[in-house]
């Protein structure tokens, strides 16, 4: 059997037992441990995304409340923010709790990857190697929601700059996640910034190279929901086409759609896009409507703005 049909297999049987998604994460997260690897990943992405966001979204960090839907179990998202804009964000996780064993790896990624951070701000972060998770968000001055529900957030109306996840609204059907933008532009300003990363491979395909990064195309629908239609293997399998549609039809403009592409595991623009890997070489006919382009795109950083009053008014 293959690493992505054993994991397959283990997710199933936890996905569809009575508790058996908490206990999978508890097992991975908790004792496992693998959130110290997540730690990693966000080191290496999280300062790409700020410099996006200033770069092409104006974003001003004197003036920005940032909410990060779903950061993770550990605090890293908290304190490369604070670092690196001077607040911390709300953050707000569904599934996910916040664990006091990634405090120090944390700490010690957040100040390695910040970007001309004051000295100040840099020893509040690395005297909080040894606090509590919670103790350390509340000293970057992060407000937290767990167990929350991502379209009914607990958040003001109107008063957000940007919202972001990254690598979560893929898990979500797409009724639900239609629900969860329409919850974003509640909470959003006008002008305000929507910043989604939505991973398009197949997940199974982090884990074993063997199969074709869209390997989950292959399935029509009920196939796939009986072998992947459970909490831990569930897909949504949209096209960055039709999540485009969804962006704009919950009322946002788009600045712009970054695609990523492999071998290269880098963003680029449209045109340059089809220089990616093919991730899906026998696709099923439910998908045969897939661009090209689409195709050759691992994942989007999807970029848009609720328009301001004066657009508004404008139209």
């Known amino acids: 059997m293959t690493r992505a049909g054993a994991k397959a297999s283990l997710q199933w049987v936890f996905g ?83 664990l006091d064993r990634y405090v120090g790896h944390a700490v010690d990624e957040a100040v390695r990857t910040a970007k001309d951070a004051p000295e100040e701000r840099v020893n509040v972060v690395k005297g909080l190697r040894d606090a509590g ?5 509340s000293q970057v001055g992060a ?3 767990e167990a929350a529900s991502l379209t009914s957030l607990s958040i003001e109306s109107g008063s957000q700059t940007l919202v972001h996840s990254g690598g979560i609204l893929e898990h979500f059907r797409p009724e639900t996640l239609s629900l969860i933008l329409a919850e974003c532009r509640r909470v959003l300003a006008p002008g305000g910034i929507v910043s989604h990363v939505i991973d398009h491979r197949d997940h199974l395909y982090h884990a074993d190279k063997s199969i074709e990064p869209m390997d989950h195309l292959r399935f029509g629908s009920h196939d796939y929901e009986f072998r992947f239609g459970h909490r831990l293997g569930y897909h949504n399998r949209l096209s960055p086409t039709q999540v485009t549609k969804l962006f704009k039809a919950s009322g946002f403009e788009p600045i712009a759609v970054r695609r990523m592409i492999l071998p290269d595991q880098k963003y680029v623009d449209e045109d340059t896009a089809m220089s990616g890997l093919l991730g899906c070489s026998k696709l099923h006919q439910d998908f045969a409507d897939w661009s090209e382009v689409d195709l050759r795109t691992a994942a989007c950083h999807y970029l848009f703005r609720l328009p301001s009053r004066d657009d508004a008014a404008g139209h």
């Open 16 to 98: 569809r037992a009575p508790g058996g998604p908490s206990a999978y994460r508890w097992l991975t997260r908790v004792a496992g441990g693998t959130q110290a690897t997540h730690v990693d990943k966000l080191a290496r992405v999280v300062p790409g995304y700020i410099e996006v966001w200033e770069r092409r979204c104006d974003v001003d960090w004197s003036t920005a409340k940032v909410t990060i839907l779903e950061p993770g179990y550990t605090p890293f998202w908290a304190l490369s923010l604070y670092l690196n804009a001077g607040r911390g964000p709300t953050l707000v996780n569904h599934e996910a709790r916040f």
């Open 133 to 137: 998770v919670h103790e350390a968000l």
């Open 143 to 145: 407000v937290v929601h």
